[in-house]
């Protein structure tokens, strides 16, 4: 059997037909839909064709994919986790709007939310007609979410929704928001109607990370509530941080896409572009830089498919999405800083991919739990000593 450059572990093999088919239909849709403009929208720093995007990848199941019933995929962890490299592959934003749709809100909902939450929301989310986000970080809190200030307060039946959420992806385009906040009771989420009076999203711009997607602030101002906007099955931080431990696991996969798609450019330039009478692949040192490059990415993915399997058995623990999360972001990272010095000046252009991965990757690296928080989780379970406090 031959050695494939893009799979030296012959990682492939431990892939179903069905998994592999879900891979290239998501691949096959990066490629046609967003890789073509990726550039474009990243330089003018926007998604204008987000909703048609949201449709479209709910046409081809991506949307809550992991999800069961309501007109969600039902897919494994592992598919759902090669569709996040897929998409991270062509821009880590594509990917966050689907993490924050299916892993944050949607699963927020499937997972705590009343029945009748789950049929006004679900089917039309995974459909990709609606688009939701999820409200948890706030403009002065954000490793420390227990000291969150937005405050739901009882009046009569209804709910009183006041506070502010801050670096919130698809906030100005949802119609619905998955808003975590303090009550009398303790921590509540509620799904909050975007259209409610006193909500509103006013879009954050001049980023310079993750600029083809939607961030925005949510502002509630007594935003009114019914009884029934409260999602009954959780009370207390357990809630979101239930939901981050869904989406770090996506991130495990998609940052591996970036890296991926940073050095199969580093490859590719390296085999073509000439100095010194040969390809710079030819040369000692680049060879280096690439065969670390690999090893790193290969590892990751193994990595990303261990975890993916202890997640459809059910053995997934924290600790360990804590585990994959601080490993591969940071390697991600590593590969694509490595592949930007293999094509020089080339590298910040953004006729190749390289410097757009790269600072996309600085946002990875510190949502949904810093460099810091994953190594205190870690630390906390290899010492039995809590450092948090």
């Avoid at 967003?34 to 330089?43: G, K, N, R, S």
């Avoid at 009550?183 to 509620?190: C, K, N």
């Amino acid at each position: 059997m031959s050695f494939v450059p893009t799979d030296p572990l012959g990682l492939d093999e431990l892939l179903s037909p069905e998994d592999l088919a879900i891979r290239d239909t998501v691949r096959g849709w990066a490629t046609d839909r967003v890789l073509p403009q990726i550039a474009d929208w990243y330089e003018r720093g926007e998604l204008p064709a987000i909703r048609e995007l949201a449709r479209e990848l709910g046409g081809i199941g991506a949307l809550g994919m992991s999800l069961q019933g309501y007109g969600c995929a039902g897919a494994s962890a592992v598919q759902y986790g090669l569709a996040c490299l897929e998409l991270e592959a062509a821009d880590s934003g594509i990917r966050s709007l689907v993490s924050v749709q299916g892993s944050l809100a949607m699963y927020a909902i499937h997972r705590y939310g009343s029945e009748e939450q789950k049929q006004r929301w679900l089917p039309g989310m995974a459909a990709g007609e609606m688009i939701g986000c999820f409200g948890l970080t706030e403009p002065d809190v954000g490793s420390d979410p227990a000291a969150m200030r937005t405050y739901a307060k009882r009046d009569g039946t209804d709910w009183v929704l006041n506070g502010r959420k801050m670096w919130i992806t698809n906030g100005s385009v949802a119609a619905v928001a998955v808003v975590w906040a303090q009550t009398d009771e303790g921590i509540r989420g509620f799904a909050v109607p975007t259209d409610s009076a006193g909500f509103s999203a006013p879009e954050i711009k001049h980023k310079w990370s993750l600029r083809a997607s939607v961030t925005s602030e949510l502002v509630m101002d007594d935003v009114r509530l019914p009884a029934d906007a409260v999602l009954p099955g959780v009370t207390g931080l357990k809630g979101p941080l239930g939901c981050l431990s869904h989406a770090r696991y996506g991130i495990i996969w998609g940052s591996m896409g970036a890296a991926r798609a940073s050095f199969e450019a580093a490859l590719d330039y390296a085999k073509t572009r000439e100095q010194f009478g040969k390809p710079i692949g030819g040369f000692q040192l680049t060879q280096a830089k690439l065969a670390d490059m690999a090893l790193e990415l290969h590892k990751g993915i193994l990595l990303a498919h261990h975890l993916g399997r202890r997640m459809d058995a059910g053995t997934l623990r924290p600790e360990q999405i804590s585990f994959g999360k601080l490993n591969n972001v940071r390697e991600a990272i590593d590969i694509c800083r490595t592949a930007r010095t293999i094509l020089g000046a080339n590298g910040i252009s953004l006729e190749y991919p390289v410097m757009r991965h790269a600072t996309n990757l600085e946002s990875v690296l510190t949502y949904e739990g810093t460099v810091e928080m994953h190594q205190l989780v870690l630390g906390k379970a290899l010492t039995g000593l809590d450092a948090f406090r």
